[in-house]
């Protein structure tokens, strides 16, 4: 079946370091990939998307692309913020009708001054 | 519209009561789903409705969960005989889905659910 596998956390950064975090994913057809972001005591917010090999999703600085030949949809930003302290779910849903996403098991970024 | 609702944020209980939680979609969003997430866990998909119909189910989803929509509008989702394994957050979300559109789904803040 499909699956999500991210690199685990927790991810240390310094405030205006770069960030990645790697996504990769099994999936038999075509799928959407998304990022989606969970701040703590807060439910799941989407971050990005893509839903086609090539496309580049981005959204408050934060991008990923796509990449069919590596099924990768790895998130990166510039420069991170204390504020950008979460947990990170990258998640792919399948395009056939029902639209059921699976998560990857997140990967918590901490951000210090 | 101020996005989705749930209700409790918060429920704890004993082993063997039976617990519902509530969901508000927004409001014209048509499909509704019914997630569970563990600590260090992401979400996992437990049920599924379009409008008032139930389309699918996990089979993470015993037979003492039961789900239902009546109208098409909020949810909610019952657990009956609580054991300690339930212990996790419950998490709704809800989309629109249109012909062969992408489903963006819009996630509510959860209903933490701790058996004592």
């Known amino acids: 079946g499909d699956s999500v596998t991210q690199m685990e956390g927790p991810v240390t950064l310094s405030e205006e370091a770069f960030l990645t975090i790697n996504c990769t994913y099994t999936?038999?057809?075509?799928?959407?990939l998304f990022w989606y972001v969970q701040y703590p005591g807060e439910g799941l917010q989407l971050l990005l998307k893509?839903?086609?090999?090539?496309d580049k999703g981005s959204n408050k600085g934060f991008e990923a692309t796509y990449r069919k030949e590596t099924t990768s949809f790895h998130l990166e930003k510039g420069s991170v913020q204390v504020s950008d302290s979460a947990v990170y779910f990258c998640?792919?849903?399948?395009?056939?009708?029902?639209?059921?996403?699976?998560f990857g098991r997140g990967t918590s970024l901490i951000v210090h001054p | 519209d101020t996005g989705v609702s749930q209700d409790p944020r918060h429920k704890i209980t004993k082993r063997g009561q039976n617990v519902t939680f509530r969901c508000d979609p927004i409001?014209?969003?048509?499909?509704l789903y019914w997630y569970r997430q563990t600590l260090g866990q992401g979400p996992e998909f437990l049920t599924y409705?379009?409008?008032?119909?139930?389309?699918?189910k996990s089979r993470l989803l015993s037979d003492r969960f039961s789900a239902e929509r009546p109208k098409g509008s909020f949810s909610t989702l019952e657990i009956q005989r609580t054991e300690q394994g339930d212990s996790a957050m419950y998490l709704c979300?809800?989309?629109?889905?249109?012909?062969?559109?992408?489903?963006?789904?819009?996630f509510g803040p959860g209903t933490r659910l701790t058996v004592l």
């Open positions: 893509a839903t086609k090999a090539d």
């Open positions: 409705f379009q409008n008032e119909a139930q389309l699918e």
């Open positions: 409001s014209e969003h048509n499909r």
């Open positions: 998640a792919l849903s399948d395009q056939g009708g029902s639209y059921i996403p699976t």
């Open positions: 999936a038999t057809g075509y799928p959407s």
């Open positions: 979300a809800s989309s629109h889905t249109s012909g062969r559109s992408t489903d963006t789904q819009y």
